[in-house]
Each structure stands twice: as structure tokens, then as C-alpha cells.
């Protein structure tokens, strides 16, 4: 291939891959993001393949392998084109009826499309499952159609358009203009306007340097690895406009190093636009230099935060340092540098594609565009959504999410990671911006969501992100070092029966001092989950302290287990389980639990088949 | 040269100054125990912090005035209800983790804190830098450092052998706040008990000729003259106790 040398050069070629590809030749597309693939995505492409070869289809029939789709829950998830249809749960054994049924005319395999579970009815298209209907796919729509691994599937469906575009007729000003009207928001989390942040840092002499955060270190986060292994190009994109703006040359993306396939995509990505002519010197022909050079991760949660990331890009201790001075006038080797989210980044090609107004027409009047949120936890529909800004709660959990499996109720949503507040379900039509998020005690993070219900300890669920958090804090700052160790001290007392009245008022001044006096925002949001959960589920904490009762019955120093005995059949299975040997009775007569001797570890809770084991809390609990 | 507002005062001060030695020049007291004039700042014990804004419509924040550059319309206040609330309890957080410091315990007088709620740890070093920083930037041995992350965090030395660039010169020892014995005074774990000055440096047990640097306490000045059971243990403490200047 040889290289584009001009914007009209990219566009001819275009215009000729669209001519030598028939819109009409079918394509299986299958989904080999990480959930799916965990599903068994492979087997099924390769199964796919060998029967195509078996049938002699394999030119007549292509097969790809893309990124996520985001329904992580169904997976694996395949989609037939040109007519879309939308396989869900496919395995290797259906790979006949799949080439069967392309071949003979597109009857889709019925028992593979997607059951809507409220009426029952199959469904066909991607568009008409629920989980995608109320979705706004601008960073993701990409993901299902192209290969990550092929430059040519991105320049199909318009890829580097908006690059040619800003070379051809816009001027840097123009970019930051753009970006600024288009109201985009930092997706990283803290939601810092990024046009003003690209203002900030031209206004400091060159040389600058640019920066990609792809250090997505929230537990059950994966929107922005799924994006570098899904569509690794439209990042690159966004990044060649934003060197372009900001007059850069050098620029690097910080990726996690526990996304191996994210690292290969990108770096795959890098290459193949170094080889067309559109990253590197020269680029399009218009003399612009720019080298994107991909770094690891050391493995650290702190790293995410931009000054620790700029310490740790520049081979010292990832520690955040104060601001002032800000990255966007002394950044990386000490020079003015701009420094954004995976999906910020990806947002810009789109900007440019559809214009500032279009983007600034989606979500609420302050927080604009698309959100894009993991959806973990109690949660029907497990996955990626990308959703505008100010869509509710509500919507999110039953009109995407499908409702909360097993009838079981909504207590609470976790939302913006670690570090986030914990929402009560009476705030389920809270529409969800920056804004509204941060008033309700929570922050949008960089959008993990995970759904609680009512078998959740909201204590415990404060204790374990306090663990996480005291693992991950620097320690290079006192209030953060020692206020996560206090506060997970403190938690673990309450949850063991231990608390007093007096470690609420305690809990609450630790929060405040954390909030207000430390270094970084990791400190500074550390104690969100904490004062979530006492602002809105104190009646809990209150149990465990006053009544020594665990009212979600997971606390284990504050739970029993008793066998009902009008329940319990005597078939011995708990007995065989118990490893404590705490279950007394014979085979065929009623059991018994011996408190004293019972660990609480639930593994007859498991086995019992009639249900008669059952978990109680509240009465004095012996302990051995 | 910029012009700020600290506590109402507005100042002109030489344009790379940091608030809190422009507070100093005004006379104006911020504690901090991981500062010092020779080190640059690391502002890790956060007790310098003040309340600042810039202009008067933008929100005000609490930030550590060690390391925040006095600019043109900074407006701050270096005792507000919010830092001293701040300041009061990240006292308390400090003296539960190193209950036998007599800065620690200096500050927790001077500053009105009477509880400590946490339990007692004795972790016998906050984690300041100084000495880490003395190390590097005033002796140019770099001999010792920080290892770990979050509580394992703590300062060391290469492979945990002794460097081959330490001189034993004691700079770390000179400049560290806390490294003293701990309190033996009646209910050490529990109360400000004003007994920090039975104690004998811990570092005296390894250098014998080392100098100590410790100021009279500040609360055991304020409980009045020394009960007469205290034992005195070291020469510095003699000279202390007797009144002299060192």
C-alpha cells in the first residue's frame, strides 16, 4: 500500500476500497471482545470458518472478528451482514445452521435471535433489543462492523474522515473552537471542559505533548479497553486532530498493563497509520510530524491520576505532585501537555464528523454528548452502554439493564468506581450528569456502574471499597494514607459487632479531612463511599453498632445459621459440607446447627435442597 | 511582582514565592512538619494547609501552602474555622500514629486538641520526607528512600543493606520530627498526658555522640515546672530542663 500524500489521495482511496468491496457480499461478524470471548468466542469463528471451507463459501461468505458489542450477558454475540441480524449465545455447533441459512437466502436462525423477555417475541436486528434501543452508540456503533486489527474496515466507514477535514479547511483555533462549543467534558471523570484545557495549554510555549489515559484501573470497569481493542483507530484519530490543535509532535498513550490485546490493537493501529501516511512525518502531505508511542502501566490505580501518570511516563515513583502548576503548563518534562480520556479522545473525530452543534444537542444543558457506562453488579443485563448525558436511573437499570435478576429489589447503585457514592434506589430517576451525580454525593467517575440489591451490606460493601482504596492510595499524602487505613479499621469493627455509637460522628470527621486536605483527587473522593452509605443507609450502621444486626445478613460476625426443622428432610447433605462439623443429627432425622461451632461459611446453605437452612441475625450470636 | 490577599492583609511579594513562606515573612504562624526552608516541598503532611481562591467569585479550597505559588489575586486565609478544623484533625490523626512525638504532642497543645478517638499505632515515623529529602538534596547522598505503596509505604535503603553512599553523617536523624522515645508518662496510650519529656531519644541508644536538637515542650511549658520524679536521661535534656540556652 503505498503512502496517502494528500487529503484528496486518502479520499480517491476510499472511494475505491467502497467500489471493490460489494455492499451485497455477506459477513459474519463476531463479537471477540473480552467477555465474549470468555464465552467462547473463538471457538465459534473458528468453527465458522471450517465450515465455510467445508462448504467452499469461504470467498462468498466473509467472517471477521470485532470488538465488543457490549452485551457482554448474551455473548457470544455475532451479527449477519449486510442485513444486521443479530445472533445471541451462539456456539461452534450452530456454525452449520449459520452458513445454512446465509446461503439459502437469509432465513435467520430462530432459536439463536434474541428473546425479548417482556413479550417473548424474537427480535432481529440489533436496534430492536431493548438493551440497545435506548442507546446512543457514537463511540461504539463502530465496534460491531470493523476488524481493530484492519485499517482499510476503519477508512470504510469514513475512519480518518474528520482527520482529512480539519487538514483540509480548519486552522488549530478553529479545532479548539469547535471542541469548546461542542461542550465535551473530560471523560475521565472529573468532567474539565477539554476545549478550555486545549486553550489553556496553547496559551504555553512549545514544545507540548499530549497524553492518552487509557490507565482504567476501576474494578468491573472495561468501556475504554473495550474501545482500544474495539475501534483502536478512532482514538488515534482523535489524537492526530488534538496534536494537530495543540501543534504537538510527540504523544503518548499510558495503557494498563493488564490489557495485553488494548496494547497490540493500539500498537497494531499506530503502524498501519504510520504505513498509510497519516501518523508520522509528513502527515497527508501537509508537513505535520506526530509519533504516538504506547507505554505500559506499572499496575498501579493511583497511575490514573493525570500528575501520577506524568511521573510514571517519565520513569519516577507514580505519585501525584500538587497543582498548581497544572499538566497544561508543566506536564511532561516539565512542558505544557494535554492530557485525556481514551473516550475524550475518541470524541473528538465524532465532533468534527457531526459538528459541535449536533454533539452539543445530546444530553443536558451542562453535561453534553454520550456517557458510556459498564453495567455490572445484580444486573439482568450485564455490559457496555452508551448512553446521552441526562438520561435517569431508572432507564439505565429496567429499560437497558432489564431490572435486577431473581425478583430480588434495587437497594443502591455504585457509580463512578471505587471512589464513588453509593445512590439509593429512592433516587432512581436521578438524571445522570456530572452535575446532578457530584450533588448527590456521588461523581460520574469514568463510568463503572455497579447495581446493589437487597442482599448487599451497605457496610460491608463501604468496607470493601475502603480495603481496595487503602491498598491503592500512594501513601505519599497523610490524610489519604492513614485516613483509607483508619476508615477500613473502623468499618471492619462495625461489620464484626465491634462499632460504638461514636465511630459514625468519627467516620464522618475522618471523611470530611479527607475530602478537604488531601493531595489528589483519589484522596479527596476516597471517602465517597463511606459518606454515601451514611447519608443514605445510616439506619444500617446503626444496626450493626446498636442491635449487633446485619440487616442484608452478609456480616459474618453478626449472622447465624438454623435448620427449620419442619423443613429439613435429614438427607445428611449438609453434614457432608459442613467443614467445622457443626450440624448434629443421624441420617433421616431433623439436624441441628451448634452455633458455637459453626463458622457461618454458607456451604449448607448451598447444599440444602429443601431450604431449610436458613440465616438469621439480630439474636445473640455464640461465637467460638 | 504579584499581588495577593493573605488574612485580609494584601501583600506585594517577590514573584516565585510559595504562600507559605510569604505567611512566614508576614509573621504569620502555619504549622507543617514536612517543611523546610533548605528542602523543596513536598506537601505531604498537609498541615499547612490554607483556605485560598482565586478571586473573589471563584470557590475557595483547601491547599497545602508549602507548595502553592503565591499569585497574582490569591485570596487566603491561614486560620479560617475550615483549616483549623482541618488542621485539628489531622492532629489527632497524628498523634494516634505517633503518640510519643514531642512536635506531634507540641502541636497537639498549640492547637487545642484534647482527644485523640483512634486507637494508639507508636508507627514511630509519619512519612514527612525529610529525612529522605535531606538525604538527596542537602547531604547529595540519596542513600535512602521510599519503598512500598499505600501502608506499606516506608523509608529504606537500596535492597535494604546499608548504602554505600550513606556517611553516617546524621542529617536524617538532625531533621526528623518524630524520632524519639516513646512517651513514658502515666497513660501514654490514651491521654495528652504533658509527660513527653521523660524520654531519652532513641537514637541516642545507637550514636552515642549524636546532638540532639529537641526544643523545650511546648506543653510540658505550659503544665508549669517539672514534677521532680522525672529522671533525667541525657546530656540534651539536661541542659533543656535546667533552663539553659543550647
Known amino acids: 500500500m503505498p503512502r496517502l500524500k494528500s487529503v484528496e489521495e486518502l479520499e480517491s482511496f476510499r472511494t475505491g476500497l467502497r467500489a471493490t468491496r460489494d455492499p451485497k457480499r455477506p459477513c459474519l461478524t463476531v463479537c471477540a471482545g473480552s467477555g465474549c470471548t470468555a464465552a467462547g468466542a473463538h471457538d465459534v469463528l473458528a468453527g465458522l470458518r471450517k465450515t465455510l471451507a467445508k462448504h467452499g463459501l469461504q470467498d462468498a461468505i466473509g467472517v471477521k472478528s470485532t470488538g465488543c458489542h457490549g452485551f457482554c450477558e448474551r455473548g457470544p454475540l455475532m451479527i449477519v451482514w449486510p442485513e444486521g441480524t443479530f445472533y445471541n449465545?451462539?456456539?461452534?455447533?450452530?456454525?452449520?445452521?449459520?452458513?445454512?441459512?446465509?446461503?439459502?437466502?437469509?432465513?435467520?436462525?430462530?432459536?439463536?435471535?434474541?428473546?425479548?423477555?417482556?413479550?417473548?417475541?424474537?427480535?432481529?436486528?440489533?436496534?430492536?433489543?431493548?438493551?440497545?434501543?435506548?442507546?446512543?452508540?457514537?463511540?461504539?456503533?463502530?465496534?460491531?462492523?470493523?476488524?481493530?486489527?484492519?485499517?482499510?474496515?476503519?477508512?470504510?466507514?469514513?475512519?480518518?474522515?474528520?482527520?482529512?477535514?480539519?487538514?483540509?479547511?480548519?486552522?488549530?483555533e478553529q479545532i479548539v473552537d469547535a471542541v469548546t462549543r461542542s461542550g465535551l467534558r473530560g471523560r475521565g471523570g472529573a468532567g474539565f471542559p477539554t476545549g478550555l484545557k486545549w486553550k489553556l495549554c496553547r496559551e504555553n510555549p512549545a514544545p507540548r505533548y499530549l497524553i492518552c489515559n487509557g490507565d482504567e484501573g476501576d474494578p468491573g470497569a472495561f468501556m475504554d479497553r473495550s474501545l482500544l481493542e474495539g475501534n483502536p483507530h478512532s482514538v488515534v484519530e482523535g489524537m492526530i486532530i488534538g496534536a494537530f490543535a495543540l501543534g504537538a509532535q510527540e504523544a503518548y498513550v499510558y495503557v494498563r498493563a493488564e490489557y495485553p490485546l488494548a496494547c497490540e490493537h493500539l500498537r497494531a493501529a499506530i503502524?498501519?497509520?504510520?504505513?498509510?501516511?497519516?501518523?508520522?512525518?509528513?502527515?497527508l502531505g501537509t508537513g505535520m510530524k506526530l509519533r504516538i508511542h504506547v507505554v505500559k502501566g506499572a499496575g498501579a490505580f493511583v497511575c490514573g491520576e493525570e500528575t501520577a501518570l506524568i511521573a510514571s511516563l517519565e520513569g519516577r515513583v507514580g505519585e501525584p505532585h500538587p497543582r498548581p502548576p497544572y499538566p497544561a503548563q508543566k506536564g511532561l518534562w516539565g512542558?505544557?501537555?494535554?492530557?485525556?480520556?481514551?473516550?475524550?479522545?475518541?470524541?473528538?473525530?465524532?465532533?468534527?464528523?457531526?459538528?459541535?452543534?449536533?454533539?452539543?444537542?445530546?444530553?443536558?444543558?451542562?453535561s453534553k454528548g454520550t456517557m458510556v457506562f459498564s453495567l455490572v453488579g445484580k444486573i439482568n443485563n450485564t455490559g457496555l452502554v452508551e448512553v446521552p448525558m441526562g438520561i435517569t436511573l431508572?432507564?439505565?437499570?429496567?429499560?437497558?439493564?432489564?431490572?435486577?435478576?431473581?425478583?430480588?429489589?434495587l437497594k443502591a447503585i455504585q457509580i463512578g468506581g471505587p471512589s464513588g457514592g453509593c445512590i439509593p434506589a429512592d433516587l432512581i430517576d436521578l438524571p445522570i450528569d456530572y452535575e446532578r451525580l457530584t450533588e448527590a454525593g456521588s461523581m460520574m467517575g469514568s463510568g463503572g456502574m455497579v447495581v446493589v440489591d437487597e442482599t448487599t451490606c451497605m457496610v460491608d460493601i463501604a468496607r470493601y471499597?475502603?480495603?481496595?482504596?487503602?491498598?491503592?492510595?500512594?501513601?505519599?499524602?497523610?490524610?489519604?494514607?492513614?485516613?483509607?487505613?483508619?476508615?477500613?479499621?473502623?468499618?471492619?469493627?462495625?461489620?464484626?459487632?465491634?462499632?460504638?455509637?461514636?465511630?459514625?460522628?468519627?467516620?464522618?470527621?475522618?471523611?470530611?479531612?479527607?475530602?478537604?486536605?488531601?493531595?489528589?483527587?483519589?484522596?479527596?473522593?476516597?471517602?465517597?463511599?463511606?459518606?454515601?452509605?451514611?447519608?443514605?443507609?445510616?439506619?444500617?450502621?446503626?444496626?450493626?453498632?446498636?442491635?449487633?444486626?446485619?440487616?442484608?445478613?452478609?456480616?459474618r460476625e453478626l449472622i447465624f445459621y438454623e435448620i427449620e426443622p419442619t423443613l429439613c428432610d435429614g438427607c445428611h447433605a449438609c453434614v457432608r459440607v459442613c467443614a467445622g462439623d457443626a450440624i448434629l443429627g443421624a441420617k433421616e432425622e431433623v439436624h441441628t446447627i451448634d452455633r458455637a461451632r459453626c463458622t457461618r461459611c454458607g456451604a449448607c446453605l448451598e447444599v440444602c435442597q429443601p431450604k431449610a437452612v436458613q440465616v438469621g441475625t439480630g439474636e445473640l450470636v455464640c461465637r467460638n | 511582582m504579584p499581588k495577593l490577599t493573605i488574612n485580609g492583609i494584601e501583600v506585594l511579594v517577590e514573584k516565585g514565592v510559595t504562600v507559605l513562606e510569604a505567611a512566614r515573612f508576614l509573621g504569620i504562624p502555619i504549622p507543617t512538619l514536612c517543611h523546610d526552608d533548605g528542602l523543596a516541598p513536598a506537601s505531604a503532611c498537609r498541615l499547612c494547609v490554607v483556605e485560598a481562591r482565586r478571586g473573589p467569585e471563584a470557590k475557595s479550597k483547601l491547599l497545602a501552602a508549602c507548595s502553592?505559588?503565591?499569585?497574582?489575586?490569591?485570596?487566603?486565609?491561614?486560620?479560617?474555622?475550615?483549616?483549623?478544623?482541618?488542621?485539628?484533625?489531622?492532629?489527632?490523626?497524628?498523634?494516634?500514629?505517633?503518640?510519643?512525638?514531642?512536635?506531634?504532642?507540641?502541636?497537639?497543645?498549640?492547637?487545642?486538641?484534647?482527644?485523640c478517638r483512634y486507637e494508639a499505632e507508636h508507627e514511630d515515623c509519619i512519612q514527612c520526607g525529610l529525612c529522605v529529602r535531606m538525604c538527596e538534596q542537602q547531604m547529595m547522598a540519596g542513600a535512602i528512600g521510599f519503598a512500598g505503596r499505600g501502608a506499606d509505604r516506608h523509608v529504606s535503603r537500596p535492597f535494604d543493606m546499608t548504602s554505600e553512599r550513606c556517611r553516617q553523617c546524621g542529617a536524617c536523624l538532625y531533621i526528623c520530627p518524630v524520632c524519639e522515645l516513646r512517651c513514658a508518662g502515666p497513660a501514654a496510650d490514651t491521654t495528652l498526658c504533658n509527660g513527653c519529656l521523660n524520654f531519652s531519644p532513641v537514637c541516642f541508644q545507637s550514636y552515642d555522640d549524636a546532638m540532639c536538637f529537641l526544643d523545650p515542650c511546648h506543653a510540658c511549658e505550659l503544665a508549669g515546672p517539672l514534677r521532680p520524679d522525672v529522671k533525667i536521661k541525657s546530656r540534651a535534656h539536661a541542659t533543656v530542663l535546667s533552663g539553659e540556652k543550647q
Open chain 1, 465 to 555: 471499597f475502603m480495603e481496595f482504596l487503602e491498598d491503592e492510595s500512594c501513601g505519599q499524602c497523610f490524610p489519604c494514607r492513614k485516613g483509607t487505613q483508619r476508615m477500613r479499621q473502623i468499618l471492619t469493627r462495625i461489620c464484626a459487632g465491634n462499632g460504638v455509637e461514636e465511630d459514625i460522628p468519627l467516620l464522618e470527621d475522618l471523611g470530611w479531612l479527607m475530602k478537604q486536605a488531601s493531595l489528589c483527587a483519589l484522596g479527596q473522593t476516597a471517602a465517597n463511599p463511606v459518606l454515601t452509605t451514611l447519608r443514605y443507609f445510616r439506619d444500617e450502621y446503626l444496626a450493626h453498632i446498636r442491635e449487633r444486626r446485619c440487616p442484608a445478613k452478609v456480616c
Open chain 1, 394 to 409: 431508572r432507564e439505565m437499570i429496567y429499560d437497558i439493564g432489564g431490572g435486577i435478576p431473581g425478583g430480588k429489589a
Open chain 2, 68 to 115: 502553592l505559588p503565591a499569585e497574582e489575586g490569591l485570596v487566603v486565609h491561614t486560620n479560617s474555622a475550615r483549616v483549623q478544623r482541618a488542621r485539628q484533625l489531622l492532629i489527632e490523626l497524628y498523634v494516634a500514629t505517633c503518640p510519643s512525638s514531642k512536635r506531634i504532642q507540641d502541636l497537639a497543645s498549640a492547637h487545642g486538641v484534647h482527644q
Open chain 1, 271 to 283: 503502524d498501519q497509520a504510520e504505513e498509510y501516511g497519516l501518523l508520522g512525518d509528513d502527515i
Open chain 1, 335 to 366: 512542558r505544557p501537555t494535554v492530557i485525556n480520556n481514551v473516550k475524550t479522545w475518541a470524541s473528538v473525530p465524532v465532533i468534527i464528523n457531526w459538528g459541535p452543534e449536533w454533539y452539543a444537542g445530546i444530553g443536558t444543558e451542562k
Open chain 1, 89 to 172: 449465545q451462539v456456539t461452534a455447533n450452530d456454525a452449520a445452521a449459520i452458513v445454512a441459512s446465509v446461503s439459502n437466502g437469509h432465513v435467520p436462525v430462530e432459536k439463536l435471535l434474541y428473546r425479548d423477555p417482556v413479550s417473548g417475541k424474537r427480535v432481529i436486528r440489533e436496534e430492536e433489543v431493548p438493551f440497545y434501543a435506548r442507546q446512543q452508540r457514537v463511540l461504539f456503533g463502530n465496534n460491531g462492523r470493523i476488524d481493530p486489527k484492519d485499517i482499510e474496515d476503519y477508512l470504510h466507514v469514513g475512519g480518518y474522515g474528520a482527520l482529512a477535514r480539519v487538514l483540509s479547511t480548519m486552522s488549530p
